[in-house]
């Protein structure tokens, strides 16, 4: 009883003088209920194209390296790593590491996933990993990466769908259906995938961090439309939502059983252009598109003012951007001048794909309306995330898409997957040599210093060449229950949920 007063004491001592409570502590269990506004494209991660799979990826697929909230690399299936010269890569595996099916984790089943992340037959990354030449087994935990050139920017896309490890068994026994049914290492396994409503991700017992994960599960509920997300956060029905609508963040902070979280991402949004369809291909012509929008009004009225307009494919807050370069002036008479010089005298038409969310629509009318009024003719086609990616980026039905940019690592990973020639976010192959030549350079040298001014060099080409429609940087705008602890948010403003856990378990 005299131990219990001394406690009692002690606390009523520390709140009297404002000191803050001990941190509470991690409890296991519960159900942690997502909403997200897109469906997974596929729950292979060599196949995916989508960067809104990442966070059904992440819980589970364990990648070799992780990272941290400022994008730096840290310890994932690899312990560790080195470079005893620029075109040696060496991987030092975790020991007792099992798939979900039970197949042991080992240097040959890394080989296994980074050789088939670079067949062009099955994999849309095979321009991250063009400069391994050979992966070699050294022993049972330890593998020697044998490169072409120098590549700085191998460790990070180690963090991404690169480093996301597979089972070979599973691979092999499933083919084709391997993105229903996957088998990863990470910390849950797929239970249930109900297309166009749900998906649920349930603990996996043998995982190898002791104590890890929190949580029971995971529930993710597909919710297109930003309302309704907002809606099941405020009525209880979710625990954590992302992508809030500008117009709702406003109102969100602050309110009661509710916690927000804001900051920049890399992620921006743009129109993709597939520049080997004509008028497309002719610099003018996108130059008039980049002329005719007036990014400052779309920051107003789609975002409310609560990010800023795109300039580079890189935020001011990243180190690869170009603080010396001005965004696109909105010039339409200068729009107009560059129609004639594209031989376009009386503007053109094309068809945009674009998520049919009403938030995504409202931007894609907004975009449609500005270049109306240079000539410019915008076929809106809203449908599905995933079809469109299908048609726009696979098929390469569509002249233009209207998507998020969801951001990389590493820089090289965003360039050379838009604007590089064997970019496959690059659907038209469009090439402009000098850019792959700077890009090439960048990903050959291993010092940030001496990377960055490469960088910038790409950025004024990219604008030169008006190979991008930059439109506005995509913030975090996230929002969550009281409940829900230990997350943290990326700059790639993509959740992964690694550490959450909840304060009342369900």
């Known amino acids: 009883m005299k131990r219990i007063g001394v406690v009692t004491m002690c606390a009523l001592l520390a709140a009297w003088l404002g000191a803050d409570p001990a941190p509470a502590q991690p409890r296991a269990g519960g159900v942690l209920r997502v909403a997200l506004r897109a469906e997974v494209s596929t729950f292979d991660p060599h196949k995916g194209a989508s960067g809104t799979d990442h966070m059904y990826l992440y819980p589970v697929f364990d990648t070799l390296v992780r990272f941290d909230d400022k994008l730096q690399p840290r310890p994932g299936l690899a312990e560790s790593w080195e470079t005893p010269d620029p075109k040696t890569l060496i991987l030092r595996l975790r020991k007792n590491v099992k798939f979900h099916d039970g197949t042991p984790f080992n240097a040959e089943a890394v080989r296994f996933n980074l050789l088939r992340a670079q067949d062009k037959t099955v994999s849309s990354m095979v321009s991250e990993l063009i400069n391994i030449e050979t992966v070699e087994v050294v022993d049972a935990f330890t593998l020697r990466l044998r490169l072409k050139r120098p590549d700085a920017s191998l460790v990070l896309a180690f963090t991404d769908r690169a480093g996301m490890m597979v089972s070979p068994t599973a691979v092999q026994k499933l083919g084709d259906q391997f993105g229903r049914t996957p088998v990863g290492a990470g910390e849950y396994r797929l239970t249930k995938w109900t297309p166009g409503d749900s998906v649920r991700l349930d603990r996996f017992q043998e995982y190898w961090e002791p104590g890890r994960p929190y949580l029971d599960g995971i529930l993710i509920r597909i919710m297109p439309d930003g309302d309704t997300r907002v809606n099941a956060l405020r009525s209880g029905q979710v625990d954590f939502i992302m992508e809030i609508p500008a117009q709702d963040f406003a109102s969100l902070k602050g309110e009661k059983g509710i916690k927000t979280s804001e900051g920049p991402s890399l992620a921006y949004w743009r129109i993709y252009l597939n520049m080997s369809k004509p008028p497309l291909d002719k610099k003018a012509a996108r130059e008039a598109i980049n002329l005719a929008i007036d990014r400052g009004a779309l920051v107003r009225t789609v975002m409310f003012g609560l990010t800023d307009v795109a300039v580079t494919p890189f ?30 005298p009386n503007g053109f038409s094309f068809d945009m794909v674009l998520e049919p969310a009403p938030e995504h629509v409202r931007r894609a009318e907004a975009i449609q309306a500005q270049l109306a009024a240079v000539g410019i003719k915008v076929d809106l086609k809203p449908m599905e995330l995933a079809k469109g990616v299908q048609g726009y980026f696979r098929v390469k039905e569509f002249m233009a898409a209207n998507y998020r940019w969801t951001g990389r690592p590493d820089p090289d990973q965003s360039l050379r997957g838009m604007f590089h020639s064997t970019g496959f976010y690059n659907p038209g192959k469009y090439q402009v040599a000098r850019l792959e030549e700077l890009m090439d350079q960048a990903k050959s040298v291993y010092k940030l210093e001496e990377r960055r001014p490469l960088y910038q060099k790409i950025d004024e080409i990219i604008q030169q060449e008006a190979v991008d429609v930059p439109l506005y940087v995509a913030p975090v705008l996230e929002g969550m229950s009281t409940n829900v602890e230990g997350y943290q948010s990326n700059l790639l403003g993509k959740p992964a949920f690694r550490g959450v856990w909840l304060r009342l378990a369900r």
């Open 315 to 344: 935020p001011s807050v990243y180190w690869a951007s170009n603080p010396g370069l001005k965004p696109w002036p909105h010039d339409p008479a200068r729009a107009k001048a560059k129609l004639v010089e594209a031989g376009l």
